[in-house]
């Protein structure tokens, strides 16, 4: 598969609110890494609660929940990848602990990130 000219933007809106929530990340987590080992151009965008998940997988420790722990190194494999928005940051309070990760935050003042954007650059946008 010549995967070197697909472009994806894998969207990231799972609030993380129950155990149900932990299977969804494992397949978007999943989904990135396959992409970008198989060489496509990969963004992975935490939008809305999802952007609470930003710490909880950059700053695990030993007291870190199982799934952090186990999941926590596929999210480090794409973290070069991944972006946050920046509205809602602001809007779960998370824009100190995802600036302190060092993960990319998109937008300006209220702006939400320009998925729009990435469409028009000919990117498909797959949501969790």
Known sequence: MESATH??????????????DNGRMV?????????????AEVEVVFEGKAVT????LTQRTE??????KHYGPVFDSIRHRVRACNM?????????????ADIPIVGQGQDHIDIARYVLEGYQVINH
């Open 63 to 68: 007291d870190s929940h199982p799934f952090d």
């Open 88 to 100: 809602c940051c602001k809007r779960f309070d998370a824009t100190e602990a995802v600036a302190a």
């Open 27 to 39: 397949h978007a987590l999943q989904l990135a890494k396959r992409l970008v080992d198989s060489g």
């Open 53 to 56: 998940w930003l710490p909880r």
């Open 7 to 20: 472009k994806v933007i894998v969207g990231v809106l799972n609030p993380g609110e129950s155990p149900a």
